[in-house]
């Protein structure tokens, strides 16, 4: 599944990918509508909206559109279920939560190739969350290149390319705010997506959910079992955002984390010197990298700037899988090629969904800081303490000009039952360690942690650690946690 959003997803996020495939989906637009006590009524499960979700079973289900006025203006959440293989034995539901914020997680039930162990366990239920996909969604009117520029500023040289970007965002703030749904921005958010989560458990007619979230998906995951303590059965989140979820420091430290992994993927390079000609240490590949990085800033190659360089390296450094298919698009980079898949023209209608909902949630969750000279600032202490990717993480964006959220984002803490597991990877380069370890002291003795000596985004069903994966699994299927949080060593690929 998470390569399924690498390649959906040109990149950008603590959620796992690129934006070109997922820019393809252009979902009807519900409108909202008056609330008719739709949250007793049964739901009614039909044919899902794309083919892609054939195999599942689709309802709406009407939400307050702000739940602190559950009688008032309703938007459509659109889930999928997946029944359980063996109802007999059957335990629950199980939500699953890929990450984001802004991918829809509908057809998520048929991709993820759960065991089936824990197929046969749950009824499996996706959803596109508000804003989102097939549930009412939301437009800031954007481009196709609006949409990039969205989730993607350019890489800055300095404090002049701040202020230049400053100047853009501010425009791109503004298409969002004044779009023909900005009226729903104040409602696109983690803590109202979390209320949703509830609003389904109750309309499944179930006293408890399980959960599974990746990348974001941690954050949303750890706001319900904040809110609703006890309607959490068994939580795993996998790839934790810090407790503050994805603010100006958890962009800024997707800095550290592709200093953290790159050595993996230097190591990967040097080993094959003959094959992609990059270095023949890790430290040549390395320079590699600077050089590349440089003279693409100056000098495009096949629609490669300097700043989609980076990108995409950040992109493709999330699974092992991606390191043989990065090395050769930096050959072809370095020799003046076309690099692989560059012929593709990402054609078909474009929705901007994905940007807006983005935005929507980052934005919308938290305080961004206003003062140009504060991104100037960090960018140039990003640049010195990450000098490959810290500069762009650290660039302002449009939540500098956003509206201030309309409440106090959810504190997360430990009160509430021990029902909560984490798996972390140690060199994570979109999730850090050291913010999944800041979620887990938040957590206390709510939770456990394992922790996976492998590189890449997103421990389960995803790397090749059969212990990191043992742990997701039985935790599902038993109820059994570790005592005390572990580790699992690392594993040779098969």
Not at 40 to 62: D, I, Q, V, Y
Not at 267 to 283: D, Q, V
Request: aromatic letters at 6%.
């Amino acid at each position: 599944m998470r390569r399924t959003w690498l390649a959906a997803l040109a990149v950008l996020t603590g959620g796992a990918a690129t934006v070109a495939g997922l820019s393809q989906l252009a979902p009807a637009d519900t409108p909202s509508r008056p609330r008719a006590d739709a949250a007793s009524r049964p739901l009614r499960w039909g044919a899902c909206p794309s083919p892609a979700e054939a195999a599942l079973r689709c309802a709406k289900l009407a939400v307050p559109l702000d739940h602190r006025h559950s009688d008032g203006r309703t938007i459509q959440v659109e889930i999928s279920r997946l029944a359980a293989t063996k109802p007999g034995t059957k335990r629950g539901v199980l939500l699953l939560n890929p990450g984001g914020p802004g991918l829809p997680g509908l057809s998520v039930p048929a991709l993820m190739k759960l065991p089936q162990k824990v197929r046969d366990r749950y009824d499996v239920i996706g959803f596109d969350p508000r804003g989102v996909g097939h549930s009412t969604p939301l437009t800031c009117g954007f481009n196709r290149a609006q949409g990039e520029m969205a989730a993607n500023p350019p890489h800055p040289g300095g404090a002049t390319d701040v202020a230049k970007q400053a100047a853009t965002a501010k425009r791109l703030a503004a298409r969002c705010t004044t779009s023909r749904t900005a009226d729903l921005l104040p409602y696109i958010t983690t803590e109202n997506t979390a209320r949703d989560m509830d609003r389904i458990r109750a309309a499944l007619g179930v006293p408890r959910i399980s959960y599974y979230g990746e990348s974001y998906g941690t954050y949303l995951g750890a706001v319900y079992t904040t809110l609703f303590p006890r309607r959490g059965d068994r939580i795993v989140l996998d790839s934790s955002l810090p407790p503050e979820g994805y603010d100006v420091e958890a962009l800024r430290g997707q800095g550290a984390g592709f200093e953290t992994r790159f050595p993996d993927f230097a190591t990967f390079a040097a080993g094959a010197a003959r094959r992609y000609h990059l270095g023949s240490t890790p430290a040549a590949v390395r320079t590699t990298y600077a050089q590349l990085a440089a003279r693409l800033d100056n000098k495009p190659v096949q629609g490669y700037d300097g700043t989609t360089f980076r990108v995409v390296t950040a992109a493709m450094l999330r699974a092992d899988s991606d390191l043989p298919g990065l090395a050769a698009i930096w050959h072809a980079l370095d020799t003046n090629q076309p690099p692989p898949g560059s012929d593709d023209p990402g054609g078909g209608a474009y929705s901007d969904n994905f940007p807006a909902a983005y935005l929507g949630v980052i934005c919308g969750d938290s305080r961004w800081p206003t003062a140009l000279t504060t991104y100037q600032h960090n960018v140039a202490v990003d640049r010195v303490r990450y000098p490959m990717y810290g500069a762009f993480a650290a660039n302002i964006r449009p939540c500098a000009f956003w509206p201030s959220p309309a409440k106090p984002k959810v504190r997360i803490t430990d009160r509430g039952p021990s029902d909560v597991l984490m798996v972390q990877n140690l060199r994570d380069p979109a999730t850090p360690l050291s913010g999944a370890l800041r979620t887990r002291r938040a957590l206390g003795e709510r939770a456990r942690m394992v922790t996976v000596d492998q590189g890449g985004h997103v421990v389960y069903l995803s790397g090749t650690n059969t212990c990191g994966n043992k742990a997701v699994t039985d935790y599902l299927v038993t109820g059994e946690r570790p005592a005390h949080d572990t580790s699992c060593p690392a594993e040779r690929a098969p």
